[in-house]
């Protein structure tokens, strides 16, 4: 039996990143909330604090920008 990976929109990793970086809940919660594993909760954290940065450059286009912050 082959599992269907599931495939989460770019905007989907970012509402629960930020979700972890504020802390609000735990990562459990977080997990059973979304249905996603903690430790991909947790990739997504670090790599949205590794490429925070790039949202204030100024190569950065806004309609990138709009769509994390929905």
Same mark, same amino acid.
């Given at each position: 039996? @082959? %599992?269907?990976?599931? %495939?989460? +929109? +770019? #905007?989907? =990793?970012?509402? /629960? #990143?930020? @979700?972890? /970086?504020? &802390?609000?809940?735990? *990562? &459990?919660?977080?997990?059973? %909330?979304?249905?996603?594993? $903690?430790?991909?909760?947790?990739?997504?954290?670090? &790599?949205?604090?590794?490429?925070?940065?790039?949202?204030?450059?100024?190569?950065? =286009? $806004? @309609? *990138?920008?709009?769509?994390?912050?929905?």
């Amino acid at each position: 039996m @082959d %599992k269907l990976r599931r %495939k989460f +929109s +770019s #905007a989907f =990793k970012a509402k /629960v #990143a930020l @979700d972890a /970086v504020q &802390e609000r809940e735990t *990562i &459990e919660s977080l997990s059973k %909330k979304h249905s996603v594993h $903690p430790n991909q909760i947790l990739r997504w954290k670090k &790599e949205l604090s590794e490429n925070s940065s790039k949202v204030f450059s100024s190569e950065t =286009k $806004p @309609d *990138i920008l709009y769509s994390v912050i929905k």
